[in-house]
């Protein structure tokens, strides 16, 4: 018979997030949808969890906030205990700004929320579990633009290029734990982060002809990477940094 896991979803009100607890739901797993600001939104994810056979909570939390980060892990763990999964999928997108262009203000908001909201949701996971061996996951939502640059994303590259030293040192200080941390980096994903892409189908295709496989991800694809990550399938994998992007971030030196 399979224990159901406790599993904590940031950023699961929408997009890659809302894939995510949806998946883990599939697997009976109890899901914590933890939400920025759309209450119904995040209803409508926990909804989706126990349609797919899962138990469903949501829980707001400001993921750059240290007290907003504990409290929300807190009220996960007195309905039912320490989480054994953690997804952080919360996250902004690029400004578009140049540096040279570019307020403090700007630079300052997405480094809080998509490099230090995953430290302190990786730290706050991990103090609730104690010292004792266990097996467990983290699995960060990074991107492609970790390592694949672009004009106007000096903000958003910086804080996943922050994220992939962060996941590869806390995979190394964990493993003796048996917490095993990840990376997935997703190019063109069908998303909010892509909403002209979504309602604008000449747009959209004119991205896909950069795509090798020629279109663009759905969430459920991430998820279904998630879910693996996170299992005993993946029991010997850590540190990765695994692409999913249709083979995009290999087309960047073409014209060179």
């Known amino acids: 018979m399979t224990v159901a896991r406790t599993i904590v979803v940031t950023g699961a009100e929408s997009g890659i997030g809302a894939a995510c607890a949806a998946a883990f739901g599939t697997g009976g ?18 909804a989706a969890v126990r349609q797919h056979g899962g138990e469903a909570m949501t829980v707001q939390a400001h993921v750059d906030d240290e007290a907003s980060v504990d409290a929300a892990f807190a009220a996960v763990e007195a309905a039912w205990g320490p989480a054994d999964v953690l997804i952080n999928s919360a996250g902004l997108n690029m400004s578009g700004v140049p540096v040279r262009g570019m307020a403090l203000a700007q630079w300052r908001r997405l480094l809080d929320t998509d490099l230090t909201g995953a430290f302190l949701v990786s730290r706050r996971f991990l103090t609730a579990r104690g010292e004792a061996a266990s097996d467990a996951a983290i699995i960060h939502i990074s991107s492609i633009h970790a390592y694949a640059v672009r004009a106007g994303g000096a903000d958003y590259c910086a804080a996943k290029g922050g994220l992939s030293n962060l996941v590869e040192t806390l995979a190394i200080e964990e493993a003796p734990r048996r917490v095993r941390v990840n990376a997935i980096e997703p ?70």
């Open 187 to 256: 190019g063109m994903i069908l998303t909010p982060m892509n909403a002209r892409a979504q309602a604008d189908e000449t747009y959209r295709r004119t991205l896909e002809n950069n795509i090798p496989l020629g279109r663009a991800g759905d969430p459920a694809e991430v998820a279904d990477l998630a879910v693996f990550l996170a299992s005993d399938r993946a029991r010997y994998i850590t540190g990765a940094r695994i692409v999913i992007d249709g083979g995009l971030s290999l087309m960047q030196a073409l014209g060179a």
């Open 29 to 46: 797993d109890r899901v914590a949808v933890l939400y920025f600001a759309d209450a119904a939104a995040a209803e409508a994810s926990a």
